[in-house]
């Protein structure tokens, strides 16, 4: 079936620094891929959409200065974390639509990458 | 008020035993729905679709009632393989997921 696949799965970086973390289809191409935080023992929470080709579109509260996102091509998507704080430890976790009607899918299926555990120090 | 309502649980229950969760959804996230599966530190996986007609999967049954903004899920025989968190997901016309936060199950031996 699809797979998305995102990197790195875990990332500790300092206080300050910058991290990207990339969201790629394996097998299909993703008209619009989506971006969540998932806090401990919290739901995930959508913090923005990322169409291929067009700048992305950011749910309210999100920062999208901070959070940036880029969808150059059709398989991948990254989230840039700029200027990390320690309070934007989360996991992050990508997930990818379904661009057109296939034998194994729909328009609207939704895949999910693996998850990426940021911690700030 | 919250999109998706779920009740966080947990459920406790031992190996064998039916269990049924349910979830509230207001207007916005009207246009699909699904549960979802999340084991402890990893992303989620998608359980079900739910139809209005119900549909079933095994053990799995989810039933959607759109007059009621009600979604349920029962899972009969439980394992303790089925021991997760259950989202339950709305899908907005923009293919945005909408979740719930989440019920917590645990099945015992």
């Not at chain 1, 993703?30 to 739901?43: E, H, I």
């Not at chain 2, 349920?72 to 997901?89: E, F, G, H, P, Q």
């Amino acid at each position: 079936g699809a797979v998305v696949s995102q990197h790195p799965s875990r990332v500790i970086c300092k206080s300050g620094t910058s991290v990207k973390i990339e969201c790629r289809s394996l097998d299909f191409q993703a008209t619009t891929m989506f971006w969540y935080r998932q806090f401990p023992k919290k739901s995930l929470m959508l913090m923005a959409t990322s169409n291929e080709g067009s700048k992305a579109t950011y749910e309210q509260g999100v920062e999208k200065d901070k959070f940036l996102i880029n969808h150059a091509s059709l398989t991948l998507s990254t989230l840039t974390v700029t200027s990390a704080h320690p309070e934007d430890s989360s996991f992050y976790i990508c997930s990818a639509r379904v661009g057109r009607q296939g034998a194994r899918s729909s328009g609207n299926t939704i895949y999910f990458g693996e998850g990426s555990w940021l911690t700030v120090v | 008020r919250k999109e998706v309502e779920q009740d966080p649980g947990p459920f406790n229950v031992p190996e064998g035993a039916t269990v049924a969760f349910n979830c509230t959804y207001s207007n916005s996230a009207s246009q699909s729905f699904f549960w979802y599966r999340q084991d402890c530190r990893k992303e989620p996986k998608l359980l079900m679709s739910v139809y209005s007609s119900g549909n079933e999967d095994g053990r799995f049954t989810a039933q959607l009632n759109r007059a009621s903004q009600y979604i349920s899920l029962l899972i009969r025989d439980s394992k303790l393989s089925d021991s997760a968190t259950y989202l339950c997901v709305g899908m907005d016309s923009s293919y945005k997921l909408i979740f719930g936060s989440g019920t917590r199950l645990l099945v015992r031996p």
